[in-house]
């Protein structure tokens, strides 16, 4: 089959500013005092937005978008674009249209109110409160980004070079290897991911006897036990880009399994957890990872 006709490469790059600066004076004097000779051996940030949590909303919302987006694609290559599948484009980048104006938003609020946040910095920071620490407005603002962007799957090498017909096979040869590894790599992880949550599934459902004769101590079941599992297999609907008909049919036994499953009953009942994790098992062992 052809990959290039089931997924594109999604490639989101994301930007933020860290706040952080190192205070070289308050560096040498945490050495001095500590009569430390490395001059590396220890290093005093600061937090430039100190008192204020504006900064670290729009991180943590980056590194969310970030989970979310490798959450739902395939590493295509060691950094950059990642698969995604035609079938979950429109709601791939619908999510990621609301996340773009959300990003911005916050990125608009530490703009409103970057003047006060510097103010409680001071208040919050002491003598390590330096003016000329911080960037100006449009500077703080130029280390923000949120591209996203969609490219095509090259299947063949299209490398139009005016070189010799030898040299340009060979490149042609080294493309083709280098697609079909990758291609053997989008279907390992997605194969990984699964083979993951099961095994850590039953991993959680085995009741473990204690060997000194005490009773065993009891295991915190939560409802993601079920929703993740349930989650995953959605998920992967999109994912299996080459219709990978082992993992499917894992997939599909996962979600049998799920299906109707209650947290409460599992928590209450050895033999529940029992038959769940024999289930699994079985899914284990049916398939080659």
């Not at 109110?113 to 003016?131: F, I, Q, T, V």
Request: hydrophobic share 35%.
């Amino acid at each position: 089959m052809s990959i290039a006709r089931y997924a594109v490469l999604a490639d989101c790059n994301i930007s933020t500013w860290t706040a952080n600066k190192t205070d070289r004076r308050a560096t040498d004097k945490v050495l001095m005092d500590n009569y430390a000779i490395a001059s590396n051996a220890a290093k005093v940030n600061k937090n430039l937005m100190a008192g204020t949590t504006l900064v670290k909303d729009i991180t943590d919302f980056a590194a969310m978008t970030r989970a979310w987006h490798i959450k739902n694609t395939l590493a295509w290559s060691d950094r950059g674009p990642r698969i995604l599948a035609t079938s979950f484009f429109l709601p791939y980048k619908s999510e990621m249209n609301e996340r773009t104006t959300r990003f911005w938003q916050l990125v608009e609020k530490l703009e409103k109110h970057y003047e006060d946040c510097k103010d409680m910095a001071k208040r919050s920071m002491g003598n390590l409160w330096n003016p000329d620490d911080y960037p100006t407005m449009d500077e703080m603002r130029s280390k923000y980004r949120f591209n996203l962007t969609f490219t095509p799957i090259a299947e063949s090498g299209d490398f139009r070079l005016q070189v010799a017909q030898e040299e340009l096979d060979e490149l042609k040869h080294q493309y083709e290897s280098s697609f079909n590894d990758r291609v053997q790599d989008v279907v390992k992880e997605a194969r990984d991911r699964l083979h993951e949550l099961i095994s850590n599934t039953v991993e959680k459902l085995t009741d473990d006897a204690p060997t000194d004769g005490t009773e065993p101590k009891a295991k915190r079941y939560h409802s993601t036990l079920i929703s993740n599992a349930t989650e995953l297999c959605e998920i992967l609907r999109h994912l299996n880009i080459t219709n990978d008909p082992e993992l499917e049919r894992a997939r599909l036994n996962l979600a049998r399994v799920m299906d109707g499953a209650d947290i409460d009953h599992i928590r209450e009942h050895p033999e529940a957890r029992a038959s769940m994790k024999k289930k699994l098992d079985s899914i284990l062992e049916e398939f080659e990872w």
